[in-house]
Nanobody, 130 residues
Framework: EGQLVESGGGLVQAGGSLTLSCTVS????????MGWFRQRPGMEREGISC????????EYSDSVKGRFTISRDNALNTLYLQMNSLKPDDTAMYYC???????????????????????WGQGTQVTVSS
């Protein structure tokens, strides 16, 4: 189904910003709902944001709502995550992956759960210092 390559991570001070990118090669990017996940030290990987395959629907976990913004460019097969007001608790490895899609009233929505297609990429590390 193709490869996922995340980039844009780094070291930033609390209150700072970063923009992550995820490029998908192979498969039909525009047909996937896409999501961002992260794994904080000592914790399970969690879904934090997703963007539906159509209808421009987005979802955010409570931990990032209001601070992070997800977007996508289907022409470039790329998913983005703009992260503002970063906190030390945002320190994690960040991953992208297709996510589950459901339909309601002819509109697609996404869930913060990984879909079966695509293996996980290598991720990009975000470290927020206090």
């Amino acid at each position: 189904e193709g490869q996922l390559v995340e980039s844009g991570g780094g070291l930033v001070q609390a209150g700072g910003s970063l923009t992550l990118s995820c490029t998908v090669s192979g498969g039909r990017f525009s047909a996937y709902s896409m999501g961002w996940f992260r794994q904080r030290p000592g914790m399970e990987r969690e879904g934090i944001s997703c963007f539906s395959s159509s209808g421009n629907r987005t979802e955010y976990s409570d931990s990032v709502k209001g601070r992070f913004t997800i977007s996508r460019d289907n022409a470039l097969n790329t998913l983005y995550l703009q992260m503002n007001s970063l906190k030390p608790d945002d320190t994690a490895m960040y991953y992208c992956k297709p996510v589950q899609t459901y339909w309601r009233g002819g509109v697609s929505y996404c869930r913060l759960l990984p879909a079966s297609a695509h293996d996980w990429g290598q991720g990009t590390q975000v470290t927020v210092s206090s």
